[in-house]
């Protein structure tokens, strides 16, 4: 059964780091490229973060670039979300995701979900 478990959030004061881990069963990890995405309250769900199977091509949303890192341990089925220099505006629900068809910054284009963590920083 493709399963994604997010884990990690919690509440941070502005500048501080969280890193949030997503646990994947094998099916929904081997051979595809990994997103992060996140949903504050009354909006869109939008793009973080992607890395592809190997972990060596990685994009990020311009809001987060400098601040985040995505990466992947694929002999644990487990992608991270390292975040630094945190901002109120980076409270939302934060959700990882799996893609057959490779990188994308579209969540359309992600065919399994996890159920998401909250992250909420305070200022």
């Known amino acids: 059964q493709a399963q994604l478990v997010e884990s990690g959030g919690g509440l941070v004061q502005a500048g501080g780091s969280l890193k949030l881990s997503c646990l994947a069963s094998a099916r929904t990890f081997a051979g595809h490229a990994m997103g992060w995405f996140r949903q504050a309250p009354g909006k869109e769900r939008e793009f973080v973060a992607t890395?592809?199977?190997?972990?060596?091509?990685?994009d990020y949303t311009d809001s987060v670039k400098g601040r985040v890192t995505i990466s992947r341990d694929n002999a644990k089925n487990t992608v991270y979300l390292q975040m630094i220099s945190l901002k109120p505006e980076d409270s939302a629900v934060y959700y990882c995701a799996a893609s057959r068809s490779g990188m994308s910054t579209r969540p359309v284009s992600y065919e399994y979900w996890g159920q998401g963590t909250q992250v909420t920083v305070s200022s």
């Open positions: 890395i592809n199977w190997s972990g060596d091509y990685k």
